[in-house]
Every structure is written in structure tokens, then in C-alpha cells.
């Protein structure tokens, strides 16, 4: 299974950045490249434990939906999000976020298992992890942004 363990240092408390990674809005800012919208479950705002969000995005030149679950929830420390419908055979994503210095280290740990068996294991190895882990970084520059310059959510 892969995982890919991200760590992004920002400069704001846990409580902004916390919020900031559960807002549906902000999402769709940071996924604007893959025309990520909503089409069903929580459609904006903060996302609460037990919610739901459908996305419509295109990725590989492909429209996906994908359907995760808000599954664990401890305010402003984590909380993860699991795939319940999508293109994955399973995902887990557990978001972190520890107070340090002036600061908040935002740690992502996210595990998935491709569909199509041994395909999907040579697409790991060879695109898919890669992709993946990009499409965090940019999301993750995108918060720390959004909490450092005090940007409003639209």
C-alpha cells in the first residue's frame, strides 16, 4: 500500500489551519487545475466528522467522482478522511497539525490502494504515487497562503 508522509511548516496556530483543511471552498481553490467542483454531501464550508463530499474532477484525462468521509475528528489536532466511492480500491487520509514554535506543522499521511491489481501497482510505480503526492504539495502551499497572508475564503 502506498503512502506518501508530507510535512508543511505554517506560519499560523493549529486552530487556522485545521479549519483551513476542512474547508470545501478552499479545496476547490487548490484543485482549480483538475476543475475539482462538489456535486454532493457537504458542499461548502467546514466539513464535521460523520459529513460526506462528493467530487466531480478530471484527472488522466478522465472525469472521476470520488466520495470521502470525514471518520475521525479531534479538534484542531487531526482528523482523516477515508474514500467511501471512487477510483481507488481504498483511501486514508489523516491530517495533523502540531503547535511548534510560532507555528503549526501540518503532517499528511496518505495511504491508498489502487484498483486493477498488478496494473495499478505498475501505475503506482510508475505515475500514480508521484501524482498524488504533487496534487498534496500544491494543496498544501495553497493553506499555508491562505493562513500566512490572511486571505478570504470565496
Known amino acids: 500500500m502506498p503512502t506518501i508522509h508530507l510535512i508543511t511548516f505554517i506560519l499560523a496556530k493549529p486552530e487556522v489551519v485545521f479549519d483551513l483543511s476542512r474547508n470545501i471552498d478552499l479545496h476547490q481553490v487548490s484543485t482549480k487545475h483538475t476543475n475539482e467542483i462538489v456535486i454532493a454531501g457537504r458542499m461548502s464550508g467546514l466539513i464535521e466528522l460523520g459529513e460526506s463530499v462528493t467530487w466531480r474532477a478530471k484527472h488522466f484525462?478522465?472525469?472521476?467522482?470520488?466520495?470521502?468521509?470525514?471518520?475521525?475528528?479531534?479538534?484542531?489536532?487531526?482528523?482523516?478522511?477515508?474514500?467511501?466511492?471512487?477510483?481507488?480500491?481504498?483511501?486514508?487520509?489523516?491530517?495533523?497539525?502540531?503547535?511548534?514554535?510560532?507555528?503549526?506543522?501540518?503532517?499528511?499521511?496518505?495511504?491508498?490502494?489502487?484498483?486493477?491489481?498488478?496494473?495499478?501497482?505498475?501505475a503506482d510505480y510508475l505515475f500514480l504515487k508521484k501524482y498524488m503526492e504533487e496534487l498534496l504539495i500544491n494543496r498544501n502551499a495553497i493553506i499555508k497562503d491562505y493562513a500566512e497572508n490572511s486571505h478570504i475564503i470565496l
Do not use: C
Not at 74 to 96: I, L, R, Y
Open 61 to 122: 484525462g478522465f472525469v472521476q467522482d470520488l466520495t470521502s468521509k470525514i471518520t475521525a475528528f479531534e479538534q484542531p489536532n487531526s482528523f482523516t478522511d477515508e474514500m467511501v466511492k471512487g477510483a481507488f480500491k481504498s483511501f486514508k487520509h489523516v491530517h495533523k497539525f502540531q503547535p511548534i514554535d510560532d507555528g503549526t506543522n501540518m503532517i499528511d499521511i496518505f495511504s491508498y490502494i489502487s484498483p486493477v491489481g498488478i496494473l495499478g501497482k505498475l
